[in-house]
């Protein structure tokens, strides 16, 4: 339930700023397969592949990164333009 949640976040947070703004954003998410893992040096997973894709349809080119949550999280309050 707790990653559904998430992922409606990210999907909401995505089509909301793909309407406000044209720059990238830089996603950011942390090391929970199935959901989100690092195979062979590439993010993949369930969630990832949903996001991914997603942002290629908004027409935006981002990357997800792996960090800490914590740290993820402490980014996100403080900059703009992160998920």
């Known amino acids: 339930m707790k990653v559904l949640n998430l992922l409606i976040v990210i999907v909401i947070s995505l089509f ?3 309407s406000v703004s044209a720059e990238n954003f830089r996603i950011m998410t942390e090391e929970y397969p199935p959901f989100n893992y690092t195979d062979g040096g590439k993010i993949t997973g369930l969630s990832t592949e949903v996001v991914l894709e997603l942002a290629k349809r908004v027409g ?3 990357d997800i990164e792996v ?4 740290r993820a ?3 996100i309050q403080k900059k703009d333009g992160m998920i």
């Open 16 to 18: 909301a700023i793909s």
């Open 60 to 62: 935006h080119h981002t």
């Open 67 to 70: 960090l800490p949550w914590a």
């Open 73 to 75: 999280y402490g980014l």
